[in-house]
């Protein structure tokens, strides 16, 4: 059954794309490493370019751990670029989806990048509320 379901969603996404599943995964891993490197030389110009260009080829294919990981590295431009509102707009987003499939790690990831949003913001409370959730799911991994 889940070879089938696997080849299945292979032969779906290649049918939509024209491309193997691999070779996209491969292309997406390549944008978000490209958008890294220029998030950490501070070039948010290219960072957000390749993350937009990847989270555009994970929606087509509907890869919502892609998507997930495309929206919350652009909420972390946004808050770096202090457009806080944007930012905290990405990492709910971010947050929502990697609820509805069961990513863990990536929420916890995501309620600590709104706590740093908060952070910045001057609202600690909140701030710390988002960093208890983030660190009570990391433990009970």
């Known amino acids: 059954m889940r070879k089938t379901f696997i080849l299945t969603l292979t032969l779906i ?11 996209i995964s491969q292309q997406l891993d390549q944008l978000n490493e ?12 290219t960072a957000l370019e390749k993350w937009e260009a990847g989270l555009k080829k994970a929606r087509e294919i509907g890869d919502k751990d892609y998507i997930s990981k495309f929206i919350g590295n652009l909420g972390v ?7 806080y509102q944007k930012a905290l707009d990405y990492h709910q987003q971010a947050l929502k989806i990697r609820r509805e499939i069961g990513d863990r790690r990536g929420e916890a990831r995501d309620f600590g990048n709104i706590g740093l949003v908060y952070d910045n913001l001057g609202q600690y409370q909140k701030a710390l509320d988002y960093y208890r959730q983030a660190l009570s799911i990391d433990r009970d991994k």
């Open 77 to 83: 431009v946004y808050d770096d670029l202090g457009q």
């Open 34 to 45: 490209e958008a890294t490197q220029a998030f950490y030389a501070a070039d948010y110009p």
């Open 13 to 23: 996404i290649f049918s939509v794309t024209g491309l193997p599943a691999e070779e």
